[in-house]
């Protein structure tokens, strides 16, 4: 196993365990202070930080083949993007003075830069393989 592989592993099983934190901690702790809106952008902020966490393990389990490029720069963006997007939720709704500007778009923006790059690397070696390349 790669260093690489296992860091992005062990990076998205951390941000999956710490969205099942978040979502209890959210559900029997915070709850009540709360209205509508500020509960559904922090639950919708732990979920899609659980989704993406999933993706930084899979990034990693890809790599473990040695036959995607790229899968550091994909695992970056996911990263990035959940430090934007749902970082950037549980900080309108935990300290809304604050003003994130752009952040929250940015964290979803890179989200889907990602997910295309992950397909880019997944189409790339099959793309090689069709037509001769060694690389």
């Not at 889907?112 to 037509?131: E, K, Q």
């Amino acid at each position: 196993m790669t260093e690489r592989s296992r860091f992005w592993i062990a990076c998205g099983a951390i941000l999956a365990g710490l969205s099942v934190i978040l979502a209890a901690i959210a559900d029997h702790v915070l709850k009540g202070n709360w209205g509508v809106a500020e509960a559904r952008q922090f639950e919708l902020a732990v979920r899609y930080q659980f989704y993406h966490a999933i993706a930084l393990v899979l990034c990693g389990l890809l790599g473990l083949s040695g036959k995607f490029r790229g899968l550091s720069i994909v695992a970056v963006g996911f990263l990035l993007g959940i430090v934007g997007f749902s970082g950037g939720l549980f900080l309108k709704v935990c300290l809304p003075q604050i003003n994130l500007g752009p952040v929250i778009p940015a964290g979803a923006v890179l989200w889907i830069i990602s997910w295309v790059g992950l397909a880019v690397t997944a189409v790339i070696p099959v793309r090689n393989r069709l037509f001769g390349s060694e690389n």
